[in-house]
């Protein structure tokens, strides 16, 4: 995945809130609201991750904020980041039942941020949008096997197009972990003042 420089900025401003978040943890460990934004950077940052790495990202994000949620398991905010998390974490798994397991885990969070504030817009959205992952999951993953069935297929087409197909079953990926991974962070600037984004 080439980096342009909006997403370098990015790339920077989120790994400086998971040095600043890691500082603070060994300051106060009880923070849950640091907490939250440590899980927060880290699941922003899990998008610049290739592969495993990505997964492993996610699961230390998913980690901090269950965390937060042993300090205090109201955290309305904590939840529904638990929910993106786990939602992120089931898009990279490329098994139904798997990634399934994770968007139920999701819903639940959803769910339960929304019992906690329950005029909270955001968190009514992701209890509807949560219901439509796993069709997404497969749409994805449905696209993702075509690319590669394409990029295997005989070699008397030319390798342009095949480029062509694979870049854009590789750009829905990242579309749609992109969505979500942008919607925990202009939630997380909203919620705890981080300051302004890099522009984009």
């Known amino acids: 995945m080439e980096m342009g420089p909006e997403e370098y900025e990015r790339l920077l ?5 998971r040095e600043k978040a890691a500082q603070e943890y060994q300051r106060n ?50 939840l529904w980041c638990l929910g993106n998390a786990h939602t992120s974490h089931g898009f990279l798994i490329p098994e139904s039942d798997k990634a399934n397991d994770y968007f139920q885990k999701a819903s ?13 817009e955001l968190f009514k959205k992701a209890v509807e949008m949560s219901g439509k992952a796993p069709d ?12 590669q069935q394409v990029s295997t297929s005989s070699f008397d087409r030319s390798a342009a197009p095949k480029r ?18 942008l919607a925990i962070g202009l939630s997380l600037w909203m919620k705890f003042g981080l300051p302004n984004p890099p522009s984009s």
């Open 29 to 78: 460990p009880l923070d849950a609201e640091n907490l939250i934004r440590w899980g927060g950077a880290l699941l922003e940052l899990a998008q610049f991750q290739p592969g495993t790495g990505s997964i492993d990202m996610v699961q230390d994000a998913e980690a901090k904020l269950e965390e937060a949620l042993k300090i205090n398991p109201k955290l309305a905010n904590a």
């Open 108 to 120: 639940s969070c959803f769910q339960r941020a929304l019992e906690e504030e329950p005029n909270n």
């Open 13 to 17: 401003f989120f790994e400086s809130a």
């Open 164 to 181: 062509q197909q694979k870049k854009s079953s590789s750009d829905l990926k990242y579309d749609v972990l992109g969505w979500v991974v």
């Open 136 to 147: 997404l999951h497969q749409e994805l993953h449905k696209q993702l096997s075509q690319s």
